[in-house]
Nanobody, 123 residues
């Protein structure tokens, strides 16, 4: 069993920054690719960023490229999402997930999910 707890969301003004964290317990954290997804009201869950198990490769949605950075610390079983230059359209519930291939951005690639953390960006 793998358990993910994500945190770090909040209310921030446009242009501000937040850092999300996701702590993973259970099976070997370092064997999973890790991803961040988000879901706004009335919309489908969408891919945001992913990182390979070795942290050697990262992938980003075009909408966040250059503003968000994903990283992981395998010693702490934690993955992070640093979000800078936030925009109102970034408002959503953000979910971390553990899965098979960092290069595969599909939701079904991920086996385990956190409970979500709300990010709200005011204009």
């Amino acid at each position: 069993q793998v358990h993910l707890v994500d945190s770090g969301g909040g209310l921030v003004q446009a242009g501000g920054s937040l850092r999300l964290s996701c702590v993973v317990s259970g099976r070997t954290f370092s064997s999973y690719a890790m991803g961040w997804f988000r879901q706004a009201p009335g919309k489908e869950r969408e891919f945001v960023a992913a990182i390979s198990w070795s942290a050697g490769s990262t992938y980003y949605a075009d909408s966040v490229k250059g503003r968000f950075t994903i990283s992981r610390d395998n010693a702490k079983n934690t993955v992070y999402l640093q979000m800078n230059s936030l925009r109102p359209e970034d408002t959503a519930v953000y979910y971390c997930a553990a899965g098979g291939y960092a290069s595969d951005s599909r939701v079904r690639n991920y086996y385990y999910w956190g409970q979500g953390t709300q990010v709200t960006v005011s204009s």
